[in-house]
Every structure is written in C-alpha cells, then in structure tokens.
C-alpha cells in the first residue's frame, strides 16, 4: 500500500498559479501510474490528470493547457502544476496511485488515495 500526501492547496485569485505536490511513502511509485482528481462541493469527484511510469501523460479537457502533471520518481512525488486558474477549478485534489502501465482515467481503478488539499479560486 502506498501512502499519499497532497499539499500545496489554497485560496488564489483567477488567473494565479498553484503547484500541488503529493509525496508518496511505503512504496516507491516509479512502477506505478499517478493521477490527480478533484471533487466540488456537491459534485462527484472528476479526473483531472494522470501519469504513467513511463510518462505518458493525459488530461481531463477543460485543465489541458493549464494543468501540467510531472513526476520525481527520485523524491517519490508527482506534481500537479496550475496555471489561468479559474474559479470552476475550485475543489478537493486528490492524489491516486495505482500500480500499472495505463493511463487511468476511472477513479475506480485507483487503488490507494491521499486526504485531499483544498484549491479555492476567486474572482
């Protein structure tokens, strides 16, 4: 089991920038996939980005362009760097690992979570 811890979150106005960081802990996540989520105050939670072990990337389509996803398999972290934020991006970001190749998308096929960091974006 791998254990994930987001940090990085907080309140910035529209158009700021925000790198969230999730360090990883039990396990060494160069084999896994990684990927970012977000869930808004009554919606369900919703993909955000994803990187493979190999560093294929892929991106939920209204964040592409903005959001960037990296990861240091040196430092047991992936990394969710946000740019133009606007207010709609304003959720919970969950970091997931998931042990694999793919690119995943489905939240149901992430395995382990990390508690979320808060991002609020204001006009």
């Known amino acids: 089991q791998v254990r994930l811890i987001e940090s990085g979150g907080g309140l910035v106005q529209a158009g700021d920038s925000l790198r969230l960081s999730c360090a990883a802990s039990?396990?060494?996540?160069?084999?896994?996939?990684m990927g970012w989520f977000r869930q808004a105050p009554g919606k369900d939670r919703e993909f955000v980005a994803a990187?493979?072990?190999?560093?294929?990337?892929t991106y939920y389509t209204e964040v592409k362009g903005r959001f960037t996803i990296s990861r240091d398999n040196a430092k047991n972290t992936v990394y969710l760097q946000m740019n133009s934020l606007k207010p709609e991006d304003t959720a919970v970001y969950y970091c997931?690992?998931?042990?694999?190749?793919?690119?995943?998308?489905?939240?149901?096929?992430?395995?382990?979570w990390g508690q979320g960091t808060q991002v609020t974006v204001s006009l």
């Open positions: 997931a690992a998931r042990q694999g190749g793919a690119l995943y998308t489905d939240s149901r096929e992430y395995n382990d």
């Open positions: 039990g396990r060494t996540i160069s084999t896994y996939t």
């Open positions: 990187i493979s072990w190999s560093g294929g990337r």
